[in-house]
Each structure stands twice: as C-alpha cells, then as structure tokens.
C-alpha cells in the first residue's frame, strides 16, 4: 500500500506540474520545450529498464502472433480468470479503475465549460480541478500507509463513506469554492479507498501469471469510463445544465461506491466460512 502510495504521490504531482506549466508551453509558445521534457523523460526510464534483471520467458505465451497479442478479449477472459481465482479481491481495483474514469471523465470535462461560461478566472478556476492531483500528490503515500498499517477494509470502506459523502453534496453547490471544498472530501476518500484495494490485491494474488492480462482489463474499465463519461455528460450539460450532469453523475458513481463497500465485506465473510 505504501509503495502504490508513493506512485501516486509522484504521478499526481507530475499531472499538478504539468496543469500548472500548461501556460507556459502553450501560451508563450514553448511546445518545443514540452516534447524535449518529455524525451529526457521516456530516455530516463529507457536507460532505467536496462539495468533491470531479465525475468524468464514463458514459452507457451512467446508462440503467440503479434496480431493475436492485439485482441483485447483473452485480456479480458484472462482477467476475468484473474479476478475469480483471486476471490473476487482484484475486482475491488477494477471498481477503483472505473470510478476514476467515469468520475474525472466527467468533471475534467464540463467543470471547464461551467466556469467559463459563469466567467470566472484566476487560481480559484484551476483549483478546481487541481484539488483532486494535489490531494493525491501529498496524501496518497499515507493512504497507503494506514492500508498497511491498519485493517484495510476499514480503510477501504471509509474511503468510499468519503466519496459519497462527497458525490450526495457536488450537484448541490451554491458557490465556486464548494466545488473546491467538496472535491478535497472526495479526494480523500479516493486515496484511502483506492490504496486499501491496492493493499488487498498485492496481499491476495496468488498466480502472478495472469497479473499483465489483470493490468489490461483494469486499463479497459479505466478507459471505458473516460469514453462514456464525455458523452454522457455532455448531452445532459447541453440539455439540462451543471447541475443536472454532475447529479447524474454522481449517481452512478454512488453505485459503484455502495457495490465497492458491499464487496469488501462480501469477500471478508467468504473467505472466514
């Protein structure tokens, strides 16, 4: 849980960085300078991997094609696997995995277009969005932590208490810094419930084999959030307002918060009969 924890601190403070210095790249015209940051970055890692020690080759995985390799449905049949052998614990990740995309799906999308269409500008404006990486960026190491330290299901389900908390009060703002307020709550309970599911996975995988057919999967469940949530969310922006399209919103990620803290305890009684 620490060491997830750790990654996303270090992710999250990168996607903060890269916010703030949009204006910098983009305004004063050094997109040059982004493509180069981003060179020294990959090399960085290139030069990385070469010192790591070489893991052994399933034979039986290196027979098959490249254009095989492509097909997105054995990932998805094979992380399915994954999840049942596992006792159903990776599917808390997956549940993580597509409550990020449908919720900053969302609000990556329309908060952009509310607050210019409302005429707002300055720090306050960025923060809104901000908040979410910026939490993340200084709490989601001891997130891990306490899932390590600490019972985890605790951690878990109290994280996803926090996100719905969170989600019941987003549609009903009554000023621009509720927004930022409310997002801190949910942020939090993000990070506590997203490394306890982190902490759970590691603690139960029993066949690592199937891990890079589980880590496609969840990208599926990611990706798939942050492709209907645009959509979505833009229909009931255009039709029905900020309101209306957070609330759906909310609504059904509330769904997947509830079935997230229903199956964290689902699991314990299984697994102790």
């Known amino acids: 849980g620490l060491l997830f924890g750790i990654y996303g601190n270090i992710s999250s403070l990168a996607i903060f960085i890269a916010t703030v210095s949009l204006p910098f790249f983009v305004l004063s015209n050094h997109h ?23 893991e052994g ?33 990776p599917a808390l990740s997956l549940g993580a995995s597509l ?52 019972n985890w299901r605790h951690t878990h389900s109290l994280g996803w208490i926090f996100v719905v908390i969170g989600l019941i009060a987003l ?40 891990d890079g057919s589980f880590i496609g999967l969840k990208t599926i469940s990611n990706s798939l959030g942050y492709a209907v949530a645009p959509i979505l969310a833009g229909y009931l922006y255009s039709q029905y307002g900020f309101a209306t399209s957070l609330g759906v919103n909310s609504f059904l990620c509330a769904i997947i918060a509830f079935a997230m803290i229903w199956l964290t305890w689902k699991i314990e009684d299984r697994i102790v009969k």
Request: glycine residues 8%; negative net charge; hydrophobic residues 50%.
């Open 32 to 54: 040059d300078l982004a493509a180069l940051n981003l060179i020294i970055i990959y090399a960085t890692s290139f030069i990385i991997l070469l010192f790591l020690p070489n």
């Open 99 to 150: 409550f990020e995309g449908l919720f900053y799906g969302t609000i990556w999308f329309i908060f952009p277009l509310h607050m210019a269409k409302v005429g707002l500008s300055g720090a306050e404006t960025g923060m809104h969005l901000g908040v979410y990486d910026l939490v993340t960026a200084l709490f989601a190491g001891y997130a891990g932590y306490l899932a390590d330290k600490y």
């Open 171 to 210: 549609p009903f703002y009554s000023w621009p810094t509720w927004l930022i307020i409310v997002g801190f709550v949910i942020a939090i309970g993000n990070n506590l419930s997203y490394y306890a599911a982190a902490h759970a996975l590691e603690a139960h995988d029993i066949d690592h084999r199937e």
């Open 57 to 89: 080759i399933d034979k039986q995985a290196s027979k098959i094609s490249f254009w095989k390799a492509l097909n997105p449905i054995p990932s998805i049949k094979h992380g399915l696997h994954f999840v049942r052998i596992n006792d159903g614990y």
